[in-house]
């Protein structure tokens, strides 16, 4: 099993531009998750879906951020516009199944700078 | 509601010496508890669960009810245990709640 796999692994993009970061999820597992990291803020969960259906996207931080899961084996995040302040490593993860005792699974992340 | 938390951003030792990182978690009814660890650059490891009892790399995690801790410990640290460890908590429904971690870094 490759694991949670995410790219790229490192984005660098001019404020104002669109970034999409991927995501995709180790095969069977019933949850995915999005999460940001800064030093400032620590892990913050943005959205979670189950079986690919949004549940909890109350921890993204504006209109300028929008998550997708198409299907179960691929989910996008996307900023637009970008700007300084989103620059952060982005970490996708998953979960065999739903709540209890199954532990998330992360991806290797997505350092995203904003210049 | 702050679900978990763990008090020290910052934890240093000497190799050698004892370590404990603390988490006291907020939530009612029966969670479970989780300690990841992250090294430098890397994505976050799952390095145990409560519900496994488990030794992993040398740490041990005992949940306490009555005090709702969840405290990671190891009797001897070694330099390779310098990460971040972030305490979890799941709860009803898919939520899955993070502390806002600590660096332990062990000092040659």
């Known amino acids: 099993d490759a694991g949670v796999i995410q790219s790229p692994r490192h984005e660098v993009t001019e404020m104002g531009q669109e970034v999409t970061l991927r995501c995709k999820p180790i095969s069977g597992h019933n949850s995915l998750f999005w999460y940001r990291q800064t030093m400032m803020r620590g892990l913050e969960l943005l959205i979670y879906?189950?079986?690919?259906?949004?549940?909890?996207d109350s921890g993204m931080p504006e209109d300028r951020f929008s998550a997708k899961m198409p299907n179960a084996s691929f989910s996008t995040l996307k900023i637009q516009p970008s700007e300084p302040r989103d620059s952060a490593v982005y970490f996708c993860?998953?979960?065999?199944?739903?709540?209890?005792?199954?532990?998330?699974?992360f991806g290797n992340g997505t350092r995203l700078t904003v210049t | 509601a702050q679900r978990v938390t763990q008090p020290e951003k910052l934890l240093s030792v000497f190799k050698g010496a004892p370590v404990e990182l603390k988490c006291n978690y907020s939530y009612s009814g029966s969670p479970e508890l989780f300690w990841y660890v992250q090294y430098s650059r890397q994505r976050l490891q799952l390095l145990l669960r409560h519900i496994s009892r488990e030794s992993i790399k040398g740490f041990t995690a005992d949940l306490n009810k009555g005090e709702t801790s969840f405290h990671l410990k190891k009797p001897f640290a070694q330099e390779e245990d310098s990460a971040m460890y972030y305490c979890a908590l799941s709860g009803r429904g898919n939520q899955f709640y993070f502390g806002t971690g600590t660096s332990l870094t062990v000092i040659p």
């Open positions: 993860a998953s979960r065999p199944r739903i709540g209890g005792l199954s532990p998330l699974h």
């Open positions: 879906f189950n079986n690919n259906v949004p549940i909890d």
